[in-house]
């Protein structure tokens, strides 16, 4: 059903403590514990939103607003102080450049064990092992160890491995803008066609010229909260006119 919400975020705070004087010793801890001096900086505070099946939404906000946070919540990578996140169907992320990379391994090995965290078995791995590497370019250097790839051919490869798992969610941060502009072109009619097939997107971006050109929807976060949500055209313009 494609009025089904497939993300719900419920009421969603988010905090962590930020320390100071930091000890890095056992004997420093114990000896000066009372001096160490900590914060509590709230990044998201009761932020709700639901996200149907098939729409593309884009979060944007200034540095520090909390939208990375608030996508690596909906990944489980953390989870919130309070409220609740819900997810159904089969999800996918593209948050950290080289998440779940090993570097001592090459980048078909890479492939294995990241498509494996996503749930897919050897056989399916080496039924779509070639159209990975095809699309990711880098067949004259799968077989090196990833410690020895740019940031670019890592993020070839990590979207490479997250378009082909079969994901009903995907969940994008920003390292789109990392890479030559020919494969993010390429990247880009990627997610076109699976906007086309209908899957759920969510993507982090400072780029509002890819939200206005794929999103159905635009989410502007605020200091921690949601400011406006709606008709992409509309949010931009005044997120803009607010930020100019």
Not at 178 to 186: L, N, P, W
Not at 197 to 215: D, Y
């Amino acid at each position: 059903m494609q009025n089904e919400y497939v993300i719900d975020v419920d009421n969603v705070y988010k905090s962590f403590n930020i320390y100071y004087d930091k000890t890095n010793t056992v004997k420093e801890r114990l000896l000066f514990w009372k001096n160490s001096r900590k914060e509590k900086r709230e990044i998201l505070k009761g932020v709700t939103l639901k996200i149907k099946k098939g729409e593309v939404v884009g979060l944007i906000g200034v540095n520090g607003s909390g939208k990375s946070t608030l996508l690596k919540l909906m990944t489980q990578i953390i989870y919130p102080n309070s409220g609740k996140i819900t997810t159904k169907g089969k999800l996918t992320s593209l948050l950290e450049l080289g998440a779940g990379f090993h570097p001592d391994f090459s980048g078909r090995e890479n492939i294995y064990f990241n498509a494996s965290i996503f749930g897919l078995t050897r056989k399916q791995i080496d039924e779509r092992l070639n159209t990975i590497i095809e699309f990711s370019e880098l067949q004259d250097f799968i077989d090196n160890p990833v410690r020895t790839y740019s940031s670019g051919m890592y993020m070839r490869l990590a979207f490479s491995v997250a378009i082909n798992v079969d994901a009903e969610i995907l969940l994008v941060d920003e390292i789109l803008s990392v890479g030559d502009e020919h494969f993010q072109e390429k990247c880009f009619k990627k997610i076109e066609e699976l906007k086309q097939e209908g899957k759920t997107i969510v993507f982090v971006t400072h780029g509002l010229s890819s939200v206005k050109r794929f999103c159905t929807r635009a989410v502007w976060l605020h200091q921690g909260q949601i400011k406006r949500d709606g008709d992409v055209a509309e949010v931009i313009k005044e997120y803009v006119d607010e930020t100019k």
